[in-house]
């Protein structure tokens, strides 16, 4: 198990570097002179020289980058140009948000997902496997940036239950942004244990224990829905990743302060400390979460041990 | 194509798509208005005889913009499938085809954009070039290209070993020619099966893109963009935050069927792969 742990984290060096290279480019691909742009546009020459002398941009490409990962490495993301704070800082701040949004979220897809794929594949081509499908099928299809709205409107404005935006209310600022998000999770998570336990289920294992005398739902419960879970637990660490990613948008529409919507707020304003910053942590906790569902798979899965 | 028509939802997606890209084509001729004539006294109103589906903020009809929207959005889904599928299919053909330090140079570069995730690098991309139309489709082809790449990759080392192309380069065949004569045609299904799918998922990231308004810029009319005003005007003008939302869906749930359905006709191992 170690080996496996020890081989997965050596591939995941290169694509760090990879990733850190990758973001550390960024600045370069702005068109014309970055300091100018970054600047704006009537800004005095001293200004000019001042932002280009912040972000290194004076000294050569190698020694830019070197002192990038070093500083990177140390936790040192520099200023924000905006609030003249420091970039860790306001990371540290917002980050717990999008965590807190990304959790409340797979708590909604679980609670959804379970009980609608498990009938449904103990159902399966039964009305009530069409209606799964056809809400696996809604789901993957219709946009966050749509449905969080309509949220609004039904439960926040033609119904006061819930806040319209923000994190003011604790528990309560909560439910409609990880509905969002976690319905859209629940209709992949749907699709995925319908799939997996179907196909245990159709296992001689299944049969054998049904004729030995266990009841079906003991067959389906204690045998084949453990075995149905391995892929599925995998799937539900990927879909963590794509969470924060997802949360960008989310935060967006409610106004949510998390790492998302401090993000987009950065690049409106040309922060690009800030925009630098954070996309490099949104991307490293990506690859981190990745990391960690290739671990679970080698617990989950005793095969993958012995590879 | 009788078995697929009888697919109900392979019928509906292709009805679906077919009809996106009827009112995309037709959309001067359908749109009652305008897109961006402009009536500011009756801004936000709701949705009459006259204007059926309600006026934005700035009196704008909003259904004539949620057609001229259709064809923004198949611009830039057709776009950018166009451009990643021909940089994927050539690098990931190059990569399976020669293999060596080519593959593991093309393999190493897809590992880390995958890595990145996808949405999160096309918002990076667009927001140090700047938003536009153009700089859209660059962000998403450069996210989409991976797929492909690893995709035709695989299929590409299955094919190099079969009989048809070793007879091809002993007959002095040229490996250009062996791929695209030999060797391509034969890993095609699946990649139709992507692009159908990577439609889908491009018109959404574009209406994702500007609805963070890092996408089309105004007064162009975009479905995303659309919801940005909807979400502003919550409460007041709900109509501005519906219905661009129908009309993305619809697309994307068309686009989503039609590529199910020809993952069934073409290649049946790739719904295992998925």
């Not at chain 1, 159902?123 to 809400?135: K, L, Q, T």
């Not at chain 1, 319905?183 to 336990?197: G, N």
């Not at chain 1, 075995?227 to 935060?251: C, D």
Request: no cysteine; proline share 5%; charged share 15%.
């Amino acid at each position: 198990m170690s080996q496996y742990i020890l081989r997965r984290f050596l591939q995941m060096i290169p694509i760090t570097f990879g990733i850190l290279t990758l973001v550390f480019s960024l600045i370069h691909m702005i068109p014309g002179d970055p300091a100018v742009q970054i600047a704006g546009e009537g800004a005095r020459p001293e200004d000019v020289a001042a932002v280009r002398k912040a972000l290194g941009l004076d000294q050569p490409l190698w020694t830019q980058y070197v002192h990038y990962v070093t500083h990177v490495i140390r936790g040192d993301f520099g200023t924000s140009f905006q609030t003249n704070l420091s970039v860790a800082d306001q990371i540290k701040q917002r980050y717990p948000a999008t965590i807190e949004l990304a959790m409340g979220s797979m708590f909604i897809a679980l609670l959804v997902a379970f009980p609608l794929g498990i009938i449904s594949a103990i159902y399966r081509n039964s009305w009530i496997d069409n209606v799964a499908r056809f809400f696996a099928l809604i789901g993957v299809s219709m946009p966050s940036f749509w449905f969080g709205p309509l949220l609004i409107i039904a439960f926040a404005i033609n119904h006061e239950w819930f806040p319209v935006s923000g994190r003011e209310e604790g528990l309560k600022s909560l439910v409609l942004p990880s509905l969002t998000m976690g319905l859209a999770l629940s209709a992949i998570l749907t699709r995925m244990i319908r799939v997996s336990l179907a196909d245990e289920l159709t296992q001689l294992y299944v049969t054998t224990a049904v004729a030995k005398g266990v009841t079906r739902a003991r067959a389906i419960f204690r045998h084949a829905l453990k075995n149905a879970l391995i892929p599925v637990i995998t799937v539900l660490a990927l879909q963590f990743g794509s969470l924060l990613t997802g949360a960008i948008i989310t935060e967006q529409i409610f106004s949510w302060p998390g790492l998302g919507r401090l993000l987009l707020t950065s690049i409106s304003t040309r922060d690009y400390p800030q925009v630098q910053a954070s996309i490099l942590v949104i991307a490293l906790t990506y690859i981190m979460v990745n990391f960690a569902s290739d671990l679970l798979y080698g617990v989950v899965d005793p095969r993958i041990k012995l590879e | 194509m009788k078995r697929l028509l009888k697919n109900f939802a392979f019928t509906a997606g292709l009805l679906l798509t077919v009809a996106l890209v009827l009112v995309a084509i037709a959309a001067p001729l359908l749109a009652p208005f305008d897109p961006n004539a402009q009536d500011t006294i009756r801004r936000l109103e709701a949705p009459s005889h006259s204007h059926l589906l309600g006026l934005d903020d700035l009196g704008r009809d909003v259904l004539s913009r949620i057609l001229w929207g259709a064809r923004v959005s198949l611009r830039v889904g057709f776009s950018v499938v166009i451009l990643a599928s021909l940089v994927g299919i050539t690098l990931g053909a190059m990569a399976g085809y020669f293999g060596g330090w080519l593959d593991t140079l093309i393999m190493r570069i897809t590992d880390i954009l995958l890595a990145f995730p996808g949405i999160l690098l096309a918002i990076a991309l667009v927001a140090v070039l700047g938003p536009s139309l153009n700089n859209v489709v660059l962000a998403l082809a450069t996210i989409g290209w991976v797929g492909y790449a690893r995709l035709v990759r695989g299929q590409v080392l299955k094919v190099r070993e079969m009989e048809y192309v070793t007879a091809a380069k002993a007959l002095g065949a040229r490996s250009p020619r062996v791929i695209v004569l030999h060797v391509l045609p034969n890993v095609i299904n699946p990649v139709i099966v992507m692009a159908t799918l990577g439609l889908a998922g491009a018109i959404l990231s574009e209406a994702a893109l500007s609805f963070l308004g890092l996408g089309v810029q105004p007064p162009t009319p975009s479905w995303g963009a659309m919801l940005t005003s909807g979400r502003r005007y919550l409460g007041l003008a709900n109509h501005l935050a519906i219905w661009p939302g129908v009309a993305i869906m619809l697309a994307v749930m068309g686009l989503n069927f039609l590529g199910d359905g020809l993952i069934d006709a073409l290649d049946p191992k790739y719904r295992k792969e998925m």
